[in-house]
């Protein structure tokens, strides 16, 4: 079992940034492909963002909707993965979830583990 546990959101103006946390505990945290997801109301559930290891390297990729805006990383000694987000827009408006699973994809299915969420309110 992993546990997931988001923090860092909040209300921000257009044009602001915030930082979303998510800490794990449970199994072995580096081998798992970690993701970000969102969710506004009324729609479904959408990818953002996910980061994995390969050996050494950390390999990253972002939603197009947010690329060059967000970013996520992870620190592997604090089980913590984090994503900036950068110029935030009323659109970014959504519950951000935290997820973790062995399959590297970009879809909820992929993922075995999520977070509670946390609520990000960009007011325009």
């Known amino acids: 079992q992993v546990q997931l546990v988001e923090s860092g959101g909040g209300l921000v103006q257009a044009g602001g940034s915030l930082r979303l946390s998510c800490a794990a505990s449970g199994r072995t945290f580096s081998n798992y492909a970690m993701g970000w997801f969102r969710q506004a109301p009324g729609k479904e559930r959408e990818f953002v963002a996910r980061?994995?290891?390969?050996?050494?390297?950390?390999?990253?990729y972002h939603a197009d909707s947010v690329k060059g805006r967000f970013t996520i990383s992870r620190d592997n000694a604090k089980n913590t993965v984090y994503l900036q987000m950068n110029s935030l827009k009323p659109e970014d408006t959504a519950v951000y979830f935290c997820?973790?699973?062995?399959?590297?994809?970009?879809?909820?299915?992929?993922?075995?583990?999520w977070g509670q969420g946390t609520q990000v309110t960009v007011s325009s």
């Open positions: 997820a973790a699973g062995k399959r590297i994809g970009v879809i909820p299915q992929n993922y075995d583990y």
């Open positions: 980061i994995n290891w390969s050996g050494s390297i950390s390999i990253t």
